[in-house]
């Protein structure tokens, strides 16, 4: 499975945030995107994981997987999820609850029997 990504352009309606950016990530491969705090390594996952404020922020570039084009698909079509330094795990949820909440649509019993398999 490959991540292909290519940023032609990244930007709010004043300033170019990130531009000519291309990646490409391998099944099993890690990437590490560094730089100072502000220079748009979150913006650019938003764009990847299909995530970005739209009405504020402008992309020009695609995002493939496996060579499909997700670019045009909603976030929850994407199949890509982000991982975050800080926890944004729901406070007054268990643990079962939390991990429900990120399992994809489907029917009940699978879901269910995803989140058990992640607990054991």
Known sequence: MT???HIQ???????????????SVESG???????????????????IAGTLDREALHFEGTVA???H???HLPTAQRGI???FQ?????AHMTVAE???????????????AAVERALQ
């Open 3 to 5: 991540l292909s990504v």
């Open 9 to 23: 352009r990244l930007a709010t309606r004043q300033h170019t945030l990130v531009q000519h950016l291309r990646l």
């Open 29 to 47: 491969q890690i990437l590490t995107l560094m730089g100072p705090s502000g220079c748009g390594k979150s913006t650019v996952l938003a764009a």
């Open 65 to 67: 997987l496996d060579g």
């Open 69 to 71: 084009d997700l670019t």
């Open 81 to 83: 999820g982000l991982l």
């Open 86 to 90: 800080d926890d944004l795990l729901f």
């Open 98 to 112: 939390n991990l429900r909440f990120a399992v994809p649509a489907g029917p009940a019993r699978e879901r269910d």
